[in-house]
């Protein structure tokens, strides 16, 4: 099983499927095409995680993010804002 290293290494990447660095910065790359006007996305747990990892550039799992939960992200002056829970 591959999960013990997927789970250590952020670059690890195994079978053909994305790290976590890789998804991180496809999110963050998503983010920046973002308009600065309201938007709406649905997503998992797991992105909710990735989109604020993105975000504030900090590590992927040094954010909990739990099923359900509302995050709400703002960008002013460049500069993203978190509030989670709201």
């Known amino acids: 099983m591959e999960l013990g290293p997927w789970l250590m290494d952020p670059d690890f990447a195994s079978?053909?499927?994305?790290?976590?660095?890789?998804?991180?910065?496809?999110?963050?790359?998503?983010?920046?095409?973002?308009?600065?006007?309201?938007?709406?996305?649905?997503?998992?747990?797991?992105?909710?995680?990735?989109?604020?990892?993105a975000a504030l550039a900090c590590d992927f799992w040094s954010v909990e993010v739990a099923p359900a939960q509302v995050v709400n992200l703002s960008r002013r002056g460049g500069r993203w804002r978190v509030r989670i829970g709201c």
Do not use: K, M, N, Y
């Not at 998804?23 to 973002?34: I, K, M, P, T």
């Not at 747990?45 to 990892?53: D, E, N």
């Open 15 to 53: 079978h053909g499927g994305e790290s976590v660095t890789a998804f991180v910065a496809r999110l963050a790359d998503w983010l920046e095409g973002c308009p600065d006007s309201d938007s709406i996305a649905v997503v998992t747990s797991g992105t909710a995680q990735g989109l604020v990892a």
